[in-house]
């Protein structure tokens, strides 16, 4: 659709995803390009990863297993409402273009990308807890607990993403979703931008300080020689720890990345919106608009990926939880082509976050029977 003559332009494109794909076209690709990628992965990874976290073997004794397994279900809500989001921005389908459905998405979209942040660093302070304050594990770090904090974040972060159904609104001359004109767009600003920058920047350095503690406190362990001898010989503290900086450095990378060239687009804003076409190609306001349209949907599709990809951080750096998978892929041993794969004597294992005598570990195994595949 390509207009020359002289008017309003969000009248000349109708759907707005139409303006950007004339002028903005790179921007439009990679929306159309990576996210099937992530869905597809996410959709797969996600349902196996919280089947296996909320699993009795994992969850029994290990809080950590339930912060995991409801982030994996968290993290799969929010692929399918971004696929809704990308087919009404990028693709052009009304998906939420009504007076309703407008204000009720934009709430459902923005509660899973808080809790999904939240729960991470749910999980990250009960690690603290369990390896630097041991004593203080079995009545902080304990299935009950998890599930009553897990319900707090969840309605937190429903009671926070609920101000999103006042910010926006359907606006029928543009036929768009976009921020609500009778509120006043400085609270509008400084909201999205205060609770962007609490939630997305503060809470995964918040991770990131919490985790290195963990870290310190793992490694003057191992240098006393206080690690269990149940470990195996490269322990499992290295490799829970991998999975502990895999999972926190991805999510700081993505979240913070997303988030400042999101509060970035309030220093490129659209030029006059009554040039023609050949006028907007050779303004400068309107050509660093687009750019940044550009840079910015490339930047947020990217950091999309850590919603759908952390099955197979797991699967890369633990031991356990790729036992876990490949038991799932043989459907309990049934598959004796796939069932090679495993060892003949499985065992029953459980984490645990603190050895005998109430020393600090990392996770590790606890056997309490062995059973035949």
Not at 79 to 106: A, P, Q, R
Not at 310 to 328: N, P, S
Request: charged share 15%; proline share 3%; hydrophobic share 45%.
């Amino acid at each position: 659709m390509n207009f020359t003559n002289q008017s309003y332009i969000f009248e000349r494109y109708r759907p707005i995803t139409s303006m950007f794909e004339e002028f903005s076209p790179v921007g439009v690709m990679a929306e159309k390009i990576l996210p099937p990628v992530w869905y597809i992965a996410g959709f797969i990874g996600n349902p196996i990863s919280a089947f296996i976290w909320l699993g009795q073997r994992m969850r029994r004794n290990n809080s950590s297993a339930v912060y995991l397994g409801f982030l994996s279900l968290t993290d799969m809500i929010f692929l399918i409402l971004n696929l809704m989001y990308l087919l009404h921005t990028t693709w052009g389908y009304k998906v939420y273009n009504d007076h309703v459905s407008c204000e009720i998405f934009l709430l459902a979209y923005y509660v899973p990308q808080y809790l999904s942040t939240f729960l991470v660093m749910g999980f990250t302070v009960e690690r603290y807890v369990a390896v630097c304050h041991p004593f203080m594990k079995e009545k902080w770090c304990t299935v009950r607990k998890a599930l009553i904090i897990i319900l707090f974040l969840s309605t937190f972060s429903f009671l926070l993403a609920s101000a999103h159904s006042y910010l926006w609104a359907y606006h029928t001359d543009m036929d768009v979703c976009s921020h609500r004109q009778n509120v006043d767009s400085d609270f509008i600003t400084w909201w999205i931008l205060i609770t962007d920058v609490a939630v997305f920047v503060l809470v995964p350095v918040i991770v990131l300080i919490f985790n290195v503690m963990v870290i310190r406190e793992i490694s003057k362990i191992s240098k006393n020689n206080v690690v269990h001898r149940q470990q195996n010989r490269r322990g499992n503290g290295v490799t829970s720890t991998v999975t502990l900086l895999a999972v926190s450095f991805y999510l700081i990378l993505t979240q913070i990345s997303a988030t400042v060239v999101g509060l970035l687009h309030q220093a490129f804003p659209f030029g006059d919106p009554f040039m023609s076409d050949e006028d907007i190609r050779k303004d400068q306001t309107w050509s660093r608009f687009f750019t940044f349209q550009d840079v910015r949907k490339v930047v947020e599709v990217i950091c999309l990926s850590h919603y759908a990809i952390y099955f197979f951080i797991y699967c890369a750096t633990g031991k356990h939880f790729q036992k876990e998978v490949l038991y799932l892929l043989t459907l309990q041993g049934r598959l004796p082509f796939l069932a090679t794969m495993l060892s003949t004597k499985r065992r029953k294992e459980h984490y645990t976050m603190v050895s005998t005598n109430g020393c600090a570990v990392s996770e590790m195994y606890t056997t309490n029977m062995s059973t035949t595949i």
